[in-house]
């Protein structure tokens, strides 16, 4: 038995048991099996290794995504930039005599016979979903500053985008707020140091990435507080929520003739790189 399985907590309504299990079923792979394992505390990642030896991959979500950094033998370079894993794959040491570990976690020496190490599959399946289909614009901007935030940003760099956050708060010099957005003034633009009118900046950075969880069920009614009268066609909505498939933010898009995008295609993507890793040597 190939064990794979989701850890975070709550784990109410994941998508990837059901997802995985499907795959599994589909392609005949009867020797695996993947099940969510909710965590209280990252702290019990250890007590569930040891209790499922045939446990070979993981993926992790809120809120474990930066929490299991130091948890991790070894950390792929994207999601070493990004900082935060969404995937771990387990190598366990078969001669236990040869290869047994000492690892330091919470000032805690612990003997181990597996090895970690963690990825980040949200960045690649974003950039593919971004890319596929659409002519990008070369200026952005990505609604929220959280976790799928950082991997959306980490894609952007990648695919030479100009881009700014917007957060509710000010936070450092590539941050402006939804305020900067309402009231014409002008801000430092961080690209060519020159002052940017942000009444234009809605009209002339035509990619919004919304990385928030406004709009997500069950609250499918609220959207981002944004002037959505500027949007035309050359607008490019890429929504990461993926229930309801569509928000009202797409559908604020949608109604001026925006292209649009959501989250659910971004799911599986990732989901399939996870599993490449996994089955990977
Ligand atoms: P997160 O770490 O909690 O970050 C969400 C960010 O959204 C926060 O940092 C915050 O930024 C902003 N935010 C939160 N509540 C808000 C509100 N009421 N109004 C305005 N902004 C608000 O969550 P995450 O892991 O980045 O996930 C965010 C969303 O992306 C979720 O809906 C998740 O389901 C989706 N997601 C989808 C995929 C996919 O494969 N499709 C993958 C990952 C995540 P500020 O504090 O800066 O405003």
């Known amino acids: 038995m190939r064990r794979f399985g989701l850890i975070g907590f709550p784990l109410t309504h ?34 569930l290794l040891a209790q499922h030896p045939d446990l070979c991959g993981f993926n992790v979500t809120i809120p474990y995504k930066e929490q299991i950094i130091p948890y991790l033998d070894e950390v792929d370079e994207a999601a070493r930039e990004i900082r935060a894993v969404n995937c771990v794959k387990i190598q366990r040491n078969t001669d236990k005599n040869d290869n047994c ?11 181990k016979d597996y090895r970690l190490k963690g990825y980040n599959t949200d960045a690649p399946a974003f950039e593919h979903c971004l890319k596929e ?22 894609a952007l760099h990648r695919l030479h985008i100009d881009f700014y956050f917007v957060s509710r708060n000010k936070v450092n010099e ?34 919004w990435i919304n990385t928030t969880p406004v709009g997500m069920y069950p609250h499918t009614e609220e ?11 050359e607008h490019y909505l890429f929504d990461l929520i993926y229930n309801p498939e569509e928000t009202v933010f797409m559908r604020q898009g949608w109604g001026k003739g925006a292209h649009i995008k959501n ?8 989901a399939e790189l996870s599993w490449e890793i996994f089955k990977g040597q």
Request: net charge negative.
């Open 223 to 233: 959207s981002l507080p944004l002037d959505f009268s500027v949007i035309g066609s």
């Open 174 to 207: 590539q941050t402006i707020t939804y305020r900067d957005l309402e009231h014409p003034s002008k801000i430092h633009n961080v690209h060519n140091n020159n002052l940017l009118d942000n009444k234009n900046l809605l009209k002339d950075y035509k990619l």
């Open 14 to 47: 994941s998508f990837s048991p059901a997802y995985f299990q499907n795959k599994f079923q589909k392609e005949g792979l009867t020797d695996c099996r993947y099940e969510a394992f909710p965590l209280a505390s990252i702290e019990l990642l250890p007590e």
């Open 101 to 111: 570990q000492l690892s330091t976690i919470n000032c805690q020496l612990i003997e």
């Open 263 to 270: 989250g659910l295609n971004m799911l599986y993507q990732q």
């Open 133 to 154: 289909g659409w002519q990008l614009p070369d200026k952005a901007l990505v609604f929220g500053t959280g976790g799928a935030a950082k991997a959306v940003a980490y």
